[in-house]
């Protein structure tokens, strides 16, 4: 698990931060103004893993962007996937005030490996350290920012 | 198990259709020049399989299989079990069809899953096929037409003598060049057998084949797949892995033959054309992962 995560938290957490303004505004031109997607013009709603595969500044060869899709898979993840998705949606498509960009950073912390672990998991906390615990919690709204810790799976 | 004997050229030995299939190759500008120059039905026989197309599972004019049948992996998450299996079955089939007794591989996927196969096996999440094969070298796997395995049956597997083993197995990718992967992959088919291939699984994958199953049941899907054929793909759900078992670079899109293991009805015969991937994004990726060609003892 998370073969093809090396060193991915690194580089989205530059994303999230430098870049967070241009990262926001080809996630929603790809997925839509909410992230959900639109199908009148074709766009998708947005799932894990299929936003950073498509910027190749990020995974630089097909076996990477591939690798990291298959780690991304929903076979591979609990239902704490929902709650990274949610949170990211609401991150890239922010506003404040309303139709004003305010896109929220996410730091994504080293991923951990659970020897015990059969699917992947991830903790998503605010930037009080309060842990976010499904997809539409209260939380997430008010949060400024957001941590995320993914903990996968020993690799095969 | 292969194909019937009534679908046997019955006068074409093994080394006399490989020099053909050369020959034929050559004329086409395609792989190793051969000597021998075929008679107009050998001709045809050989025409099936060049450059350009190759089907080893509906091969030549008289359409033989190399194939074993179709198998179904149930709701186990072992496909690599499955494509591993078919691949070193088809490799064995292509090089010994029509030696004299020779009747074909049908070897164990169960044994290989369950004696090789990671500790969560069918809640796995993933099992390369690169892992499950030094299993196939060093142990070997047993005739399930022996009947000394059953897949359901995952009862500790007993080695027996009788036990096929490979020697090995070859990575086909160069991954710095996609082309000469594609070329690579065209090349082993067409001279040595099916490949293993790992691909992204995205939810329109089943549901495309689910669809013209229903649709159009027992016949073969002509259609090419690729994530977002029928609109959105859908997320992606893991890592599929497939045994290629040919290739057309003359379709449109070009694709390769990929047998699957999800059983006979699914997508008509429970083959898939899979789009050939360009290295883009929004693609299976299905030359990038990663792809092995066996090397039988």
Redesign the interface.
Known sequence: ?A?GWTGLAQTLNIQFDTNLDDFAKKFKDKHGPNGN?D?AQGK??Y????FV??HGGLLN???E???F??D?????WDGSINILEAVVKHSLTHEKPAGTPKPKKIKFLDILTDPNA???RVEVRDHNGNQINAPNDALIEPAENFVVQITC?P?? | MINSSAKRPQLVTTVSRRRLLNASAAAAGGFVAGTILPSPVLQALADQCDANNCDLHKFGATNINYMTSVKHQGPCNACTAFAVVATIEGTYNRKNFGASGDKGLNLSEGQLFYAAGPKDKCYLSHWWPRDALPYCTQVGLAREDEEQFAFWDNSTPKPTISNIKIAGSTSLIDSTNLNKTKQNMKNWIFQTGPVIAVMVQYEDFQAFGDAWATSHPDAENTNVYFPGVGGSPGGVIGGHVVSIVGYSDTGTPKYWICKNSWGKKWNGDGYVRIAQGSGASGECYIESLEVLGVLLS
Not at chain 1, 47 to 50: S, V
Not at chain 1, 72 to 76: E, L, P
């Open positions: 698990m073969s997607g199908a998708p709603a799932k894990f893993g299929q595969d498509k060869s097909a076996a962007r591939g690798r899709l298959i991304s898979g929903s076979r591979h059969t699917h992947a799976p690799s095969t």
